[in-house]
Structures are given as structure tokens and as C-alpha cells.
């Protein structure tokens, strides 16, 4: 930045604080009034859409909540929308938007980090619909679900706002100029939420010198799933997930290959979307290694629940999970879990032995031994997949969302979190 822009910066700030203490004069007990969540697009798919959907649908019991899509690239919503939560856009790609917006929609945005993993998805249209949103609140909540949306929330909202992060991948997955933004903003934030104990201790010492008015976990909860509880008869295996790297999909297919060698009647089913080069790609792997009639790639669908309860073994072939939302929602249908123990989820969730397996090495052939384990050892799968429902037990919406209702009305009360106009 240079120096003209940085001083432009700094008043522009300090114009801001001025304007927020003169506002806090006015403003309603903070902490009342709506729950508002930032989701980056709420007519997608993805383990993030999902429970934001399944906590907003419980935090409408009590209190009125909105879902503020930053976009809209889809006419109609993948998974169905919670009644009485309202749906806003910000940037309705589906419609029309004017010249003006076009333009703005073509610059780069100037708020949010090159190295925010939806960058690609932001524009300097989105900031200034961002900010006009974030500036027209009276009161209420917001809930940010990625840096992004933290970031700038923690500098803009104004302080009458209760302000709530919360992370659904790990503090060293960003890159360092978005982990030096974190610890220098993220302590103007009332409370920070991540999914595990292990990124719970990360950003407790990221942010040592900067904390948040609160740093805890709260895990996500297990939707309401279609389908019965698996008899684990069917000799299917079951993966889920984006087709990306980080779900390390090539290496379940290098695993199938001893799998298939030594289980010929087994298949492997994977379900989840990508994009055409990645599909393709992944698709050749499958032909190359022989495998077009014991793995089959099944796109993305609604009702994950209805395919597990049609499964026998869940593998989990990552390599890392923000938590492993899929997990769960594999034990809540009593299916056994095979995973790699990736950083940083499954071993938060799954208890190697008990209700799964924790493979510990990175290679496919361990992986292919802990499927081939389950598959061989029908008493020992049956008697993980029983364990397996009491784990996600835990984890059901009515023990999650209270803590959400708990964490929502301690912070209504005066606290030591972001200073009253704070800019």
C-alpha cells in the first residue's frame, strides 16, 4: 500500500469510529434482534451450505434468521430451504445487473485477500454490496462461516452488531498474508467458533496477542439424513465429497485396486461434483487402472442419506478435513468409517477401533487393508456400525444448537469482546 493510500485508509477509519460511537448512542441492546449468517453461495452444495442451513432452521425456533448469500449462480436451490429462514442475495448472477454492475463485477476485489479460497468468487461489486449490508444493520447477530466474510465483518459492522467467526477449515491451510490478517482483526470479533479442539489450540495461539471475546468449538451438527439405518448387507463402499486434491479421490482408487484384486464382488461408489476437467481426469484413473466396472463416479445428490443407508463401509481418503461433516452423517446411518487419519477431523470424531478406523499412514495400500479388514470381519463391521450410531448421537442438531443458543445469550450480555466503535 503506499503511503498516500495508507493515510486515505487511516482516515477513512477513523471517520468510521466516529460515526459507530455516535450510532452506539442510539443503538438497541446489543445481541437482540435477528441472526443474520454470511454463506458465500446458499443455492450451492458443500458440507458448509448444509449446516448453516441445518443451524439456521433451528435458530428460527426462537429467533428470526436471515441467510445473506454473497451470490447466486442458481436458479433454484440444491438442498431445500428451511422454512420461515429468509434468503437474501447480494450479487444475483442469475438476473440482470446493469452496466454499472457489470463493470464493478469485472474489477478485482479490494476488501478480501488474493489468498481467500472464494476470492475468485468476489468482486469490487460484491464489496460495496457487502459493506452497504454490513452498514445497514440496526442490532442483531452476524455469523461469518469463512476469513473472508470475518475479515471484513470485524472492520465494518457496526458496534451495536454482535459479531460471531467461525472456521470450517484449518489456521495453516491459509496462506500468510490471510493468517497475518487473522491475527491482527480477529480479536474485534465477540466470539470465534471452530469445529475442533485441534484448531481451537491452533488459533488460541495464533491469536495470543489478539483474542477474540471468545475462542471455543462448536462442532457442526448431523442434518435430519433421508433413509433407514444401513443393515450393512450391500457390498458397497461409499465416498463423498468434492472432486479436489484436498479429498485425495486418487489415492481411494489406488486402493481399490488390492480392494477390488482380493473383494472382486465389492464396488466403490463416489459421491460429489466437480469440475469437468477434474471429473475427467479422475474418470481416466479409474479406466487406466481397470476399474470402470468397480468404481463408479455418482455425481452429486440431495440425499446422501437414502445412498449410505445403501452402503456397508464409509472411506474417508483425505488429505485434510476442517472437521469431516460426512463422517458423522455416515455413523448417524450405522455405517463404519475407514479414514485417514488427516488432519485435522477424524480423529476428533472417529475412535479408532470403536466405531472405525483410523489408518494411520498416507499410503493407499494401508487404506485398501482397512477396508478389506471390514469387509472380511462382518461381526466386527456390524458391531463398529452400532458404535457408530451412539458416536453421532452426540452430535445430533438438539445437542449442537444448544450450545449455539447458549453461546448467543451469554454474548448479550455486556463483555470484554470488541471495543464500542471500533473501526
Known amino acids: 500500500m503506499t503511503r498516500a493510500r495508507a493515510i486515505v485508509a487511516r482516515a477513512a477509519l477513523a471517520l468510521l469510529g466516529l460515526i459507530n460511537r455516535r450510532r452506539l448512542r442510539k443503538a438497541p441492546p446489543r445481541g437482540t434482534g435477528p441472526v443474520r449468517i454470511l454463506l458465500l453461495h446458499a443455492y450451492g452444495m458443500g458440507g458448509t451450505i448444509r449446516t448453516v442451513l ?11 434468521v436471515e441467510i445473506v448469500s454473497l451470490v447466486r449462480t442458481n436458479e433454484e436451490p440444491f438442498f431445500a430451504m428451511p422454512p420461515g429462514v429468509k434468503v437474501t442475495f447480494l450479487d444475483d448472477r442469475t438476473a440482470p445487473r446493469g452496466r454499472f454492475a457489470e463493470f464493478l463485477a469485472r474489477r478485482p476485489s479490494r476488501l478480501v485477500s488474493k489468498e481467500e479460497k472464494a476470492y475468485h468468487n468476489m468482486s469490487l461489486l460484491t464489496d460495496l454490496r457487502l459493506l452497504r449490508f454490513l452498514r445497514s444493520l440496526r442490532g442483531g447477530v452476524v455469523i461469518g462461516t469463512r476469513p473472508g466474510f470475518n475479515l471484513v465483518m470485524s472492520l465494518f459492522a457496526p458496534p451495536e452488531v454482535v459479531l460471531v467467526g467461525q472456521e470450517h477449515v484449518t489456521f495453516e491451510s491459509h496462506g500468510p498474508e490471510l493468517q497475518s490478517l487473522i491475527k491482527r482483526r480477529y480479536g474485534r470479533l465477540d466470539a470465534f467458533a471452530t469445529l475442533t479442539e485441534a484448531d481451537r489450540k491452533e ?20 442434518p ?3 433413509g433407514d439405518v444401513s443393515p450393512l448387507t450391500e457390498k458397497v463402499v461409499i465416498g463423498i465429497g468434492r472432486i479436489v486434491w484436498a479429498k485425495g479421490f486418487d489415492r481411494l482408487v489406488n486402493a481399490w485396486k ?10 466403490l461408489r463416489i459421491y460429489g461434483g466437480g469440475t469437468p476437467e477434474r471429473e475427467e481426469k479422475l474418470q481416466a484413473r479409474i479406466d487406466e487402472a481397470g476399474l470402470s466396472d468397480k468404481v463408479f463416479l455418482m455425481g452429486s445428490t440431495p440425499e ?20 469431516g461433516m460426512t463422517i458423522l452423517e455416515a455413523m448417524s446411518k450405522g455405517v463404519p468409517v475407514v479414514s485417514f487419519n488427516c ?25 485398501a487393508a482397512g477396508i478389506g479388514r471390514l469387509i472380511e470381519d462382518e461381526e466386527l463391521r456390524r458391531e463398529m456400525g452400532a458404535n457408530a450410531l451412539r458416536t453421532a448421537a452426540n452430535y445430533h442438531m438438539e445437542v449442537i444448537g444448544a450450545r449455539w443458543t447458549e453461546l448467543l445469550a451469554d454474548l448479550a450480555q455486556p463483555s470484554p469482546g470488541r471495543a464500542p466503535g471500533a473501526a
Open 54 to 64: 441445518n443451524l439456521a432452521a433451528y435458530l428460527s425456533r426462537e429467533r428470526e
Open 304 to 323: 446422501i442419506g437414502v445412498e449410505l443407508s445403501k452402503s456397508s463401509i464409509y472411506a474417508v481418503s483425505s488429505r485434510y478435513e476442517g472437521f
Open 224 to 226: 435430519e439424513l433421508a
Open 258 to 267: 488390492t480392494v477390488a484384486e482380493e473383494h472382486p464382488d465389492w464396488v
Open 343 to 367: 488432519p485435522h477431523g477424524p480423529k476428533e470424531i472417529i475412535t479408532d477401533g470403536h466405531d472405525g478406523l483410523l489408518v494411520r499412514s498416507k499410503k493407499a495400500a494401508e487404506l
Open 203 to 222: 488459533y488460541a495461539k495464533a491469536l495470543r496477542k489478539n483474542p477474540p471475546g471468545r475462542l471455543l468449538r462448536i462442532p457442526n451438527a448431523i
